[in-house]
Structure formats: C-alpha cells, structure tokens
C-alpha cells in the first residue's frame, strides 16, 4: 500500500467518525423513519466530499475543525438523500447498492421517501449547528452563513436537483448536445464537489478570489469524473468496474464519448484535470494530498 | 360577508402575491423541475402558514415586511412540498388535490419526487435571502438565523417529518394511544403552525418567553384543529365537509374522538380553543385579527 493510501484510509475512517457523531438517535414515535435514515447513511462509500471540504478547509489554514465538522455531516446527508430518492421505485429503481438493498427494498418506497426527506432537512439543521461553534465571533457567524447558502445553492435546482432533472429529460433521448451534457455533468456531479471545496475554505476564511478559483477546480474534477465514466463504459475492464461495460451504447445514450470519441475525450479529461491541478497550486502551499486525491479520482480505472 | 372574512380575503391575496414573487423562472435545462414545482405552488389553497407568520409578524410590531416575506415563502414551500410526496403512489397516492390532477399524475412519480426535494431545498434558499435584507446589523442578522433554526427544527425529524413517519405507523393500527395520537397532531399539523407563529415573533424582535408562549399556542390550535376533524368525520354535514364522513371509523383508525368521545373531544378542542386566545392575548394588544382566525380555525364545521 503507498503512502497516499495509507493516508487516504487513515483519513476515510476519521470522516466517517465524524459522520457517525452526528447521525440522530433512533428513538420516539418518529424511530422509523431514523432507521432508515441511519441505514442509509451507514452504507459505506469513500466520504469522498466532506473528505474534500476538510482537505480545503485544512488546505486553506482552517484550524478549528469543530466549525467544519456539520457541515461535512451535512453534505454527506444531503449526498446520500439524493442516492435513496435516486434508487427509488419512481426513479431508477434500483434494489442494490454497493451490495447492500437500497433503503426503499428495507424499509418500503413510502419510508424512504421520508427518509431523504428526513435527510436533507436534517442536512440544514445539522450544518446549522456551525453556528453554535462560531458563537458571538461575528466573523465566524458570517463565515457560516456563506457557506449555508453555498450548500443550498448547490445542492438545488440551480445545482444538483437541476442536473438530476435534466438528466432525466435526456434519458432515451439520442439528440443530447453537448452543452446539455456538460449541464448535467457540471450539476449533477460536479456542484456538490465544488459545493465541499468553497464551504471548506469558506469556513477557513478564504476570499472569493479563491473560492471562485475552487469553484471551478470542483467543476472541473467533476466533469472529467464523469467522461472517464464514459470512457471507461467503452474501453475499461469490465472486472476492475465491477459493473458491465457498453452500458450507454445499449441505453441509446449520447455521451461526451460518443460524441467526441474516446481519444478527444481522454485529452479532455488530461487537460480539466491539469487545469484543476494547477489552479490548487495557485490557491495554496499546502496542497500535495488534495493534488494526489484529484488526480487518483480523475485517473481512476475502476 | 362580514368583516373578517373581507379582511381574510384581502390577507390571502396579499399573501399569494408575496409567494408569487419568490416562485423560480421555469427555463434551463432543469425547466421541467422548475414547472412542476410552480404547478404545485400555485393549486390555490388559503396559504395559511405564511399568513399566519405575517399577522405574527405585524402582531409583534415588525414593520419591515421584505425581512419575514422570505420565510413566508419558504414555509409554503416546505408545506407543499410535503404534500406532492405525501400524493405519490408510493405514499398515499392520491390523483387529486383540491380538485386539480395532483404532481404526479401531470408530471409523473419521478419528477414529482425530484419536486418535492427541489421545493424544500429551495425553501431554505429562499428563507436565507432574509440575510440580504439584514445586510450588515448583527441583530436582524442573529433574528435570521434563530428564525432559520426553527424553519428546519419544526419541518424535520423533530417536527413534520416525525409526525408522518408516526402517522404511517398508526396506519391500520388500531392499537395507538393517546401519546401517539397527540404526538402525531403535534407534529404533523401544529409544527408548522407553531413554526409561523414564532418565526414571524423572532423576526420581530419577540423575546423568548413570548416565542415559547407562541409555539403553545401553535400546539393547541394544531392538535385542536385535527380533534375537530375527527369529531367533523363523525358528526359533520358531508355536503358543507366536501368529503365522505367516517371514514376514520371504516379504516379503523384510533382517533381522539374513538377513545373520549364527541362530547370530551368538543370539549377538549373548546379548552385548548381558549388557552390559545389567552396566551395570544397575553404577549400583544393588537391581536384581534389573530385571535378571530385562530377561531375561525378551530370552530369550523367543514
């Protein structure tokens, strides 16, 4: 194992423990829906964007990590809402993931629905208590709510709900543009990236220079994500995926790939990800594991 | 008409225009989203809890009406959105609501989930537009954000979202206590009163013995607004009531009204009736629109 596995393991579970601190009590009349919320939340998963909010806010010279921690509760409930929503009868209809039944195959449609309801209210009221650390400091009060308003932008209809949307319009539909795929990949994928790096140095006391600057470092990590998804849905190992590739082809899918072939978009991908890199360097001295965990999301095979 | 119901009207035109102004510009790539949540927002209705938020408002002397108008859109939001997932199949499924084809029956289950979520996202948007209108006084600013915490407390696991989980487990049960049945009226229903009734207080200025004395009163018109209906379901006329009567009795659903009886249950909304008028009575003078809804509110009989 290299050093930045090992570090990215050690720093996994600390995210997780911190998530667990701020999980509800599965308690009362209302414990139902709790379980399922709980469930859902403890399915496993890298942590990957409050892991990226307490880089930044690290990275960025945020010391307290006290006043980052809700808010990383926050974004990985608001995340994980919009996988249970997402999996739903009504949506994708999925039974499965990561192996385990999905919150609806467990609890019924009508529980998870009130589960990622629960979830993503609960994800307010939870970044909420960031203000309870702040106290009288009305610095840190300010800091606090920018970035509120920071994870509610993202996460809606200007943001991930607007991707969701839109990619659901485009489903079975062959004449996607590519501006509208840039759309649902900026917004659906991209905008809770860039959502977890602008909170964390927002709370760390960045100005807006930089935090337009990670905002379009998250962009970018999520965009290239997302075509080396569709690169890897044509020339990856179906083993190392654990899932079958030529998957888009079959659902009659126009990708960035498809339109640009697999060659342009790998360049693609090599150049927002340099792009990306670069522009961590400007921000920050203190970057090397965010480098190294841009580059291992984006240069993935798997 | 008499007089209150002149000044009633005239109150939920205003307050619809209020909501009018902060409903989402259906265009993007998300225009779908955008339209069904509109759909949703404008099905009419009395808009009771930003009504009831403004008169609080006013009642407590604001005089700045663009400080509570965000949170007066923001908890219709939540409402609604409550109400397109409790209509989906997966829930109640419900095909009509107020006389219009519900959400998703015009936009299908998906997109009516994806609704829901983007409204009570975009509620807290739009709730935290409340900071510009602060801008830079520290205390409307700390107003906004105590008003802010009891938006999300009253509409989550701790408030809404915990009386319909409990109600979903009382279904077919016939087996439910008092607790449960009070548990539920008081979260399901009185939260979000007693949420509009407070808000529309903090951003007043209101200190916190009036706020709490607020939030009892918010519980007692909530819970005896739901005794009522129970005892309308089975003493009330069907044709004033719109709706079939007893049909608690026929799901075998354990009300107040099955374990007291109609004449204890009247008796019980009579007393909680009057405490509300007394503690309303207690934290202003200017109250007499207020204590007449709340009246209007409870001795209904549709």
């Known amino acids: 194992m290299g050093d930045f596995d090992k570090a990215l393991e050690e720093k996994v579970k600390n995210t997780e423990g911190i998530i667990k601190n701020f999980l509800p009590k599965e308690e009362g009349y209302q414990k139902k829906v709790l379980e399922a919320m709980n469930y859902s939340m403890l399915a496993g998963g890298k942590r990957l964007r409050p892991l990226i ?30 996988l249970v929503h997402d999996d739903l009868p009504a ?15 467990v609890y019924g449609p009508g529980m998870a629905t009130l589960a990622g309801d629960g979830l993503l209210n609960y994800a307010f009221e939870t970044a909420m208590k960031a203000f309870d650390v702040a106290g ?5 009060t300010g800091r606090v709510i920018r970035a509120l308003r920071i994870l509610a932008d993202k996460a809606g209809i200007y943001g991930m709900v607007g991707g969701q ?47 337009d600057k990670l905002e379009k470092v998250g962009s970018h990590v999520g965009v290239a994500f997302q075509i080396q998804d569709d690169v890897l849905d044509i020339v990856g190992d179906q083993e190392k995926l654990g899932k079958p590739i030529g998957s888009d082809e079959k659902n009659e899918k126009t990708t960035y790939v498809s339109i640009h072939g697999v060659d342009k978009s790998r360049e693609e991908v090599k150049r927002r990800s340099e792009e990306a890199v670069d522009l961590v360097k400007e921000v920050s001295d203190n970057c090397d594991f965010m480098v190294e965990l841009i580059e291992w999301l984006i240069s993935r095979d798997r």
Chains 1, 2 share one sequence.
């Open 165 to 211: 949307c839109a990619d659901i319009e485009a489903e079975g539909k062959k004449s996607s543009t590519e501006d509208e795929i840039i759309y649902i990949h900026e917004h659906k994928t991209a905008a809770m990236i860039e959502s977890s790096l602008m909170i964390g140095a927002v709370l760390a006391g960045a100005d807006k220079n930089t935090v």
């Open 53 to 82: 909010m307490s880089e930044s806010y690290q990275m960025m010279g945020g010391e307290e990590m006290s006043l980052v921690e809700p808010f990383m509760a926050a974004i990985e409930m608001i995340h994980t809402y919009s």
């Open 91 to 105: 949506m994708d209809n999925d039974d499965y993931r990561r192996g385990r039944e999905t919150t609806h195959k």
């Open 136 to 140: 009288t400091d009305s610095d840190k």
